[in-house]
């Protein structure tokens, strides 16, 4: 949502357990969904990313077993990664966070 809101780009996507909120990883240059949950107070984030089904709890710093969210459960599968397509420098790999 954020990366949007600026014309930025992302790695990977996660969603909060909370409330929804899309934001992007850490490794991605903004550390969208990071910045949720300190905000907020929003702990477990679940990745958004297709195929990927685990959580993580900022609490603990550590994977965990989630809830059921309700769908959609990750982007749409023709969104490229990195994404979003047409916003994604050349040197992407060179502006990651480690």
């Known amino acids: 949502m954020e990366c949007d809101e600026v014309g930025g780009w992302w790695l990977h996507l996660r969603r909060c357990a909370s409330c929804g909120?899309?934001?992007?990883?850490?490794n991605s240059p903004?550390?969208?969904?990071?910045?949720?949950?300190?905000?907020?107070?929003?702990?477990?984030?679940r990745s958004f990313e297709p195929g990927e089904d685990w959580f993580w709890d900022y609490r603990t710093d550590s994977?965990?077993?989630?809830?059921?969210?309700?769908?959609?459960?990750?982007?749409?599968l023709d969104q490229p990664v990195p994404g979003p397509r047409g916003r994604v420098p050349a040197d992407w790999r060179s502006r990651l966070n480690p």
């Open 21 to 26: 909120h899309i934001g992007c990883c850490d």
């Open 30 to 45: 903004a550390q969208h969904a990071t910045a949720h949950a300190a905000v907020t107070g929003h702990p477990v984030i």
């Open 63 to 76: 994977f965990m077993h989630g809830p059921p969210l309700a769908p959609p459960l990750h982007h749409p």
